[in-house]
């Protein structure tokens, strides 16, 4: 029976046995094979170092590729502290090539970390410092690519754009907003230590980045260098508070180009106000419109069919009184009969009260806010204003007839090209942007694609018709006649509207603006530019704005590719206008019947001789009396 017990138990213990042996090999089976990754990954940090390679931030392209946003390639300085032996005499050598103290300079050696990054001082150095450092191959002492924020055309787009801050960040702008997509992933040269951090003979291991998603703006660099320009040429003209200016494609609601003034340096961003950072005036700016503003209640009036332009006459004293208030012209006296064509021609403010009376409060703000007014428009930048309209329960009299004609309305630029485009495109209003589509870096896939957004429907295509129409007229004969171009058929009206200050009008001090598009018959760009306080000058729309647009117009014709039009108006002139001159042929004539056939402009002579053998501008052309034309002469 003791030997029975004592077998039974042996059996028993035998079992434990087998069944601890057979854990054990399980628990390495799983070890091996399911675990095996996380484990290797866990013993590996204790002894593999990561020394940060930055990935490149995407780059940002305007529609033609021209790249805006880039990036170049710079080093930083980090260390690995176990691995200096001399912390006195390394101190030293950094500091003094960095420019500072050694105490600072030991503070980063003697730090207790695996890895330091020498910040700020050691970060984004130039060729220069970093051969010095690379030079003196200090045990510990390492310098890792990383990259750095390019533009490469400085303050161009500067608002649009926004600018990255020193660990390569969004900090405003389009850098700001689509900065999870712009952002790359980190890549590392792993290398291999021993406990005491020391570095081991065995092969480091190289982890490529990541760049950042590439983003096409709807942006043309062409028309957008050209408004910069003319901004730049405002600025040193006029001496104004601020100007800005917007370019569209009506048809899609494409932003073609946006600025303002003052501007910055996104590379230099540190020495300029968070005012003139941040405030990106086409979207933020609010004020009265004045008379750009009257394109809306033209197309209302036409559309309600309020008014007949050819047939129906309007007769202008000077002035107009409602409830009490006079409402002055701008012209002293008035501009006696007219057509209300003409009244739009010459932006006669009682004509427009008189069609906001024939329209109604009701009709005139719906018609209002279906044009996108007192909303934001919804544009794919940060920073919008939404404007303000009066409540319509506080609409009276007064309030109908200065809306009318626009003032006591305040409007963001955005909102005002955007409305307009809907007023010439056919009746459709369209939801501004400005990024095209975001694009895999390698391969140009398109990820994510912006189209255009119709919002609704305005007004109808024979109504668009007419406010096209009547806009032409504005140009060729009424007060936009300062953007007239030669050959093309180009549309637009003025604004001039006083600035308002507590509450009140200040004297003296206006905001004048141009809203002008061509072709007229078939608008394929709109632009918008408005000068705050032009100094030096009269402040009027269509002598101060009216030819900035027109120079940004005329670079819009090369660079979209506009063709002369038939059909284009010929332009009434008035005293003090310029006038185009059709260039005479004078080639196979002598120097001086040539002299006497160009006695309207100027003349630049090449080469010698007494004959003509070619002539710039062709004969045949229209360009301004007294511009120059050049001769070539030969014998």
Not at 31 to 42: A, E, H, S
Not at 462 to 475: I, N
Not at 622 to 635: A, F, H, P, W
């Amino acid at each position: 029976m003791f030997f029975k017990n004592i077998h039974t138990r042996m059996k028993i213990i035998l079992v434990i046995i087998v069944l601890f042996f057979i854990l054990i090999v399980g628990k390495v089976f799983y070890i091996q094979v399911f675990d095996y990754k996380k484990l290797n990954k866990y013993a590996s940090s204790l002894w593999s170092r990561n020394l940060p390679i930055e990935a490149n931030r995407g780059k940002i392209f305007d529609r033609n590729g021209v790249v805006l946003a880039d990036n170049i390639t710079t080093t930083s300085l980090v260390l690995i502290p176990n691995q200096i032996k001399d912390k006195e005499g390394t101190a030293e050598k950094l500091a003094s090539i960095l420019n500072v103290t050694k105490e600072e300079m030991l503070a980063h050696i003697n730090k207790v970390t695996s890895i330091e990054r020498v910040h700020p001082e050691g970060r984004r150095l130039s060729y220069e410092i970093a051969d010095q450092i690379s030079s003196l191959k200090l045990p510990g002492v390492y310098l890792v690519k990383e990259s750095k924020r390019y533009y490469p055309y400085d303050t161009v787009l500067s608002h649009t754009l926004g600018f990255v801050g020193i660990d390569n960040q969004g900090l405003s702008g389009l850098e700001l907003m689509y900065d999870n997509y712009l952002t790359g992933s980190y890549g590392a040269i792993k290398y291999f230590s021993d406990a005491k951090g020391a570095r081991l003979k065995l092969n480091e291991v190289y982890e490529q980045p990541q760049d950042g998603i590439n983003m096409t703006l709807t942006i043309n660099y062409e028309i957008q260098a050209s408004l910069e320009r003319e901004l730049d040429n405002a600025v040193s003209k006029y001496s104004p508070d601020q100007a800005l200016g917007i370019a569209m494609d009506p048809k899609t609601g494409e932003i073609l180009a946006i600025s303002s003034r003052p501007n910055f340096s996104p590379s230099n961003y540190s020495n300029y106000t968070t005012e003139e950072i941040n405030r990106n005036l086409p979207i933020w700016a609010t004020y009265e419109p004045g008379s750009t503003f009257k394109i809306i209640t033209l197309a209302t009036a036409l559309e309600e069919k309020k008014v007949d332009l050819e047939k129906e006459n309007f007769t202008d004293n000077g002035s107009v009184n409602v409830e009490g208030a006079r409402i002055k012209c701008w012209k002293h006296g008035g501009h006696g009969t007219q057509t209300f064509l003409q009244v739009v021609e010459n932006s006669c403010n009682p004509g427009f009260v008189e069609l906001g009376q024939r329209i109604g409060k009701e009709t005139l703000f719906e018609y209002i806010k279906n044009f996108g007014f007192g909303s934001k428009t919804g544009v794919d930048l940060n920073g919008e204003g939404s404007g303000i309209l009066f409540n319509l329960d506080k609409v009276g009299p007064v309030e109908l007839a200065t809306t009318a004609f626009g003032q006591g309305v305040s409007v963001t630029p955005i909102q005002q090209i955007t409305a307009v485009s809907a007023a010439i495109n056919g009746g459709t209003l369209y939801q501004p942007y400005i990024v095209k589509s975001l694009n895999e870096p390698e391969t140009n896939t398109i990820i994510k694609e912006t189209t255009p957004t119709v919002k609704r429907k305005v007004i109808s295509e024979e109504t668009s018709e007419k406010v096209r129409m009547a806009l032409e007229s504005v140009v060729s004969n009424g007060t936009g006649r300062s953007a007239f171009i030669e050959g093309y058929r180009v549309g637009g009206k003025t604004g001039t509207a006083q600035k308002v200050k507590d509450g009140k009008y200040m004297v003296g001090n206006y905001i004048v603006s141009f809203m002008g598009f061509l072709p007229a018959d078939d608008p394929q760009i709109v632009v918008y530019i408005a000068i705050d306080n032009a100094k030096g000058v009269t402040q009027y729309g269509g002598t101060v704005a009216a030819p900035i647009a027109r120079n940004v117009l005329l670079d819009a014709i090369d660079a979209l590719g506009i063709e002369k039009r038939e059909g284009a108006s010929d332009k009434l002139y008035k005293y003090g206008d310029k006038v185009y001159v059709e260039v005479p042929n004078v080639v196979g004539k002598s120097v001086k019947e040539a002299v006497n056939d160009l006695a309207s402009f100027k003349v630049e002579f090449s080469g010698s001789g007494e004959i003509v053998t070619y002539q710039s501008p062709a004969a045949g052309e229209k360009i301004y009396e007294g511009e120059t034309v050049r001769l070539m002469l030969s014998e």
